[in-house]
């Protein structure tokens, strides 16, 4: 072999080398541009889909809930990616939106700054602490055991100037934008918030003209809003309360009493609920009781700041059992409309 035809062997296998590297190098880089780039969120409905990372997860937790996600195709593109932009050593809770064809870049890029997607916190017709403390932990990272814990926690509340008794009075029903890896305690503190954005100055004067102070404005307000599901008759229930407060008499609130005794069904009070030994009681307490009886709405507390003036002292649930009321300003009245009601309910054969 001469000396041209060594150099021309040399030259030949540096040239396939030199390719195959090239292939390699090539293939590596179609890989790499399927592990970062290639669509892994694949949705199958229109429905909005969400990971939801708690405090104090691993990035193994991560890679669990995401294998248990249908929408993501494969996992272990996104592990190889995770490893090569460095996600892992610090994992932020939240809630993150999966959005169809996102990639492993922009999934881990979301994930790595903690750029989550809020939630849109809603609560309504909440009567107990425990309904409050569910509801708000089935939107939230949050437990509802923490939640009921602050909720009784005397020491705690007592920054907010609370207490137990009134500890709801702060939640007032509406849809708040927060994210959902907020602790109990960031829950007081965007409510505290919310709650004194809400009282504005000119609330506070027409709760002072009363008078009454926010938290009894919301205490009454409760109370209204048990007694009648009718909008338009709450200011007119309110006023009434307003005048038995004024004359000392005792407020007579049938669904304080059902409070009282822990049954929100009761179509009758019997005299063994009025005996009920409770500070919420209001036929055996005068005044108002020492917490809501519900979580208050805005139109209940505005109804109770402007609340209809007139003479009523009595009110009775109609004959007709629609849930509206037939309001007297005498005894003797009151007597007739009760009568009525008492007739509808033994005719329906509603005995307690």
């Known amino acids: 072999m001469t000396d041209l035809q060594k150099q021309e062997k040399k030259t030949f296998k540096l040239n396939k080398s030199l390719l195959w590297v090239g292939v390699l190098a090539l293939i590596l880089f179609l890989y790499m541009v399927f592990v970062f780039f290639a669509p892994n969120i694949q949705k199958t409905t229109d429905d909005k889909a969400y990971l939801r990372i708690p405090d104090n997860s691993t990035f193994e937790n991560v890679i669990d809930s995401l294998e248990h996600n249908s929408n993501v195709r494969t996992v272990f593109t996104f592990r190889q990616a995770s490893k090569l932009f460095r996600y892992g050593k610090k994992i932020r809770p939240g809630r993150y939106e999966l959005k169809n064809g996102m990639t492993n870049f922009e999934l881990v890029r979301k994930l790595r700054s903690g750029n989550q997607t809020p939630v849109r916190l809603t609560f309504n017709n909440i009567r107990t602490k ?97 007694e009648t599901n009718g909008k338009s008759e709450r200011p007119v229930v309110a006023g009434l309360y307003i005048n038995r407060l004024q004359k000392g008499i005792a407020l007579q609130a049938d669904p304080t009493v059902k409070f009282a005794v822990g ?90």
């Open 263 to 352: 049954d929100f069904g009761l179509k009758r009070i019997l005299i063994e609920h009025v005996l009920k030994i409770s500070p919420y009681n209001t036929y055996r307490n005068t005044g108002l009781p020492p917490g809501p009886i519900r979580v208050a709405s805005a139109n209940g507390i505005d109804a109770v700041l402007n609340y209809s003036h007139h003479d009523y002292v009595f009110m009775c649930a109609k004959e007709t059992l629609n849930g509206e009321h037939n309001f007297a300003v005498t005894y003797a009245e009151h007597q007739v409309n009760a009568g009525k009601y008492q007739r509808a309910l033994n005719e329906r054969k509603i005995f307690k």
């Open 130 to 226: 425990e309904q409050l403390a569910k509801r708000l932990s089935n939107q939230l990272m949050a437990d509802s055991v923490q939640i009921i814990n602050l909720l009784n926690d005397t020491a705690f509340l007592s920054v907010y100037n609370l207490n137990p008794n009134n500890s709801v009075s702060i939640f007032i029903p509406d849809t708040y934008e927060v994210f959902w890896d907020m602790d109990a305690k960031e829950i007081f503190d965007r409510m505290m918030k919310e709650y004194n954005k809400f009282w504005t100055d000119e609330r506070k004067k027409k709760a002072e003209a009363i008078p009454l102070t926010p938290t009894e404005v919301i205490i009454l307000a409760s109370i209204v809003e048990e």
